[in-house]
């Protein structure tokens, strides 16, 4: 399918709200609602494709350690507030620098193993 085909569908829709709107008064508004639905079904049919590739190219980096460490760093503070876990901010902060720190070492070593 095309962008004009789809364009073209997409204002013979947006006609056809605008005549309900009009005729039975109807509290949608149909410029947002063409539009929300152009942004989606133009990023499916087209940019959805190739981000679905570069996924799965990717995936290798989703069994990296550094990035569940960093998973981690990120949802710990979240889980804490969002559950009210009352656990305190010292021993957060303390797991978020041992975190950053395992991740900044694992990074160093790396990068210089590739020096050498």
Do not use: C, H
Not at 69 to 92: C, H, K, R, S
């Amino acid at each position: 399918m095309s962008r004009k085909t789809i364009m073209t569908v997409l204002g013979f829709i947006s006609a056809i709200l605008v005549f309900l709107k009009v005729q039975f008064e109807l509290a949608i508004d149909p410029v947002g609602f063409i539009a929300a639905i152009g942004v989606v079904l133009m990023y499916v049919l087209f940019q959805g494709k190739m981000d679905i590739q570069k996924i799965g190219r990717q995936v290798s980096k989703f069994k990296s350690k550094k990035f569940w460490l960093a998973l981690i760093a990120v949802l710990v503070p979240a889980i804490n507030t969002a559950f009210g876990l009352n656990i305190p901010v010292e021993m957060v902060m303390t797991a978020l620098v041992f975190i950053m720190t395992v991740i900044f070492g694992k990074e160093f070593v790396e990068s210089n193993k590739i020096i050498r």
